[in-house]
Every structure is written in C-alpha cells, then in structure tokens.
C-alpha cells in the first residue's frame, strides 16, 4: 500500500474531515478550555504547515507545525485514524514534521496533548520527546501534558 505525505491545506475536505474527526474524539474527553486545538480558520490564519498523510490515496492522518520564531516548532492536530493505527503512521508524521522544522533552522519540537491520549503520549515518549512544565500559551491544567525533543 502506497504511503504519502504531502502539503495540504486545511480547508480542503479530506484534511477538514481529520480535523473535524479529532476535534470530535477530543471533545469526549476534555472540557472546552482544557481543549487548545486549532480550528481550520486559525491553522490557516496562523500559518501552520499542514500535510495529509494517504495510504492508497486515503486519507488516513494528518498534522501540522507552527514555526515560532527560531525558537521551536509546535506540533499542531496531529492524528492518525482509528483503522489506520498500529503501522508506525504517527511516527511517519512526527518525521515529516521534524524535517520540515529542520529545513526551516529549527531545532526545537514542542507539542501539548491531553493526558487521555494514552497511544500518542506512548509514542511522543518512545520518539524521545520529554515532558517539560507548560510552556505559552499553556497552563498548569491537570489534563493536559506538555513535551519537547531536540533535533540537534
């Protein structure tokens, strides 16, 4: 099956769907201020990097980065879907992102997510990110976790 990752914008509908299917997923688990995903609008307004991962030209995941300054990259709406889990997809995703901060002079990846997500914590700690104490725009919230990894 044809893997690819490619630059997409967020409005489109095969990206808008993984958007609207995560934001679902997350409003079972979280309350709205402990929810700090983007919207499609803001991703746009805000100039995140945005890429569609397809297995057999199917959607199957997304995630962006948003370059802050020199100082780091946030990964931003990352999400793999259900069927397509469990075949290292995230980690393909979190390797694109990195080269495209990388290609930017960016040596820093941050990343805030919520402590019910159990299978993305599981991979940001085996990929090597680390958890660190909230950084901005984040609070202390006890449901949300905040991880960095250096790509020097």
Sequence with gaps: MPVTIAAERPDTPDATALINELQTHLESFYPPES???FSVDKLIAQGVAFFVLRVDDRAAGCGGIMLVG???GEVKRMYVRPEFRGREYGKLLIDHL???AKSHGITLLRLETGIHQLAAIRLYEQYGFRQIPPFAPYFENP????YEMSLA
């Excluded at 449901?143 to 905040?146: A, H």
Aim: aromatic fraction near 8%; hydrophobic fraction near 25%.
């Design 35 to 37: 929810r700090h995903g």
């Design 143 to 146: 449901v949300s976790r905040c």
């Design 70 to 72: 020199q100082e780091y």
């Design 98 to 100: 990195a080269a495209h």
